[in-house]
């Protein structure tokens, strides 16, 4: 009968081993990114998985599906909205027709160096940005950098604003970014990412905009042989989870996520900067030709109609210009 008892009893302390065990099973959370393997982005967030899995002893892990798995950018919004994707790094730009606030940062030359871009991004304006993604289902939780944007083409070397004229570019899609490229005479036309290398090599289009790292890991330095340093614009990465997602967890690991994803941007810096030497020599190496010394001042000049095209409500030109008194 003892023996009994006590089996009994080692049974039920196990079963209840079992059920405690399940109750406190891993939370996986899903990110995505357009970004290939390695790209600073997905670096940063699977360091962020790292801290997160740290400082909840394993109870929550993050699995990031990187060079587009889960759909572009733009797809990946919605799916984020709705809790199919718990997190999400995409580009500002990309947001702009979602949240209004992510408009000023993706502005032509509103940014005057990284150093100015850091200073927004660390301060009070850099949080109201995050803050006003809760209105749409979405927690921004921190601002990745993401170099400065300029020209890339299969044609020839752009020297002035005047080169430009009548030539096809990619942007993203925004109508920010469409209006940027008109205004400078060219065409603007707005793609998904991963389409971009074979519309070059085909000749739908001429060329397109982006970063250092971003020219080197797509690859498109293969088909666009000239790149002009016109450095138009610094439009970060904003990275966000599901509000559906974060309402299912407890307030202190909510606090967890949040500090984690603040505590990645260094490193994110830190990868960034290296990351840009790498892929510029990269590209420099493969042949392309660098258009350095371009007199910006005519880009800038063309961009009025921009600003007052966009910057129309009292947020967005308060914010504006609290963004070009920063230091």
Known sequence: MIRTIATRLAVATALAGLASSAFAQEIVLRSSDTHPDGYPTVEAVEFMGELIKERTDGRIAVEVYHSAQLGEEKDTIEQTQFGVIDLNRVS??????????????????????????????????????LESFAPHNMIGLAIYDAGFRSFYNSKKPIN??????????????????????????????????????????TGVIDGAENNWPSLESSKHYEVAKYYTLDEHMSVPEILVMSKMSWEKLTPEDQE?????????????????????????KVVTDAGVEIVREIDKQPFMDAMKPVYEKHVTSDVLKDMVARIQATE
């Open 92 to 129: 500002m730009g990309t947001m702009n027709n979602v949240v209004e606030a992510t408009r000023a940062f993706s502005l032509p030359y509103i940014f005057r160096s990284t150093d100015h871009l850091h200073a927004v991004t660390d301060g009070p304006i850099g949080q109201e940005v």
């Open 160 to 201: 002035s604003m005047e080169d430009l004229a009548g030539m096809k570019f990619r942007v993203i899609q925004s109508d920010v970014f469409v209006d940027m490229v008109n205004a400078l005479g060219a065409n603007a036309t707005p793609m998904p990412y991963g389409e971009v290398y074979s519309a070059i090599q």
């Open 256 to 280: 967890i996520i949040r500090t984690a994803a603040q505590d990645s941007v260094a490193e994110m810096r830190k990868l960034w900067q290296a990351r840009e030497a790498e892929s510029e």
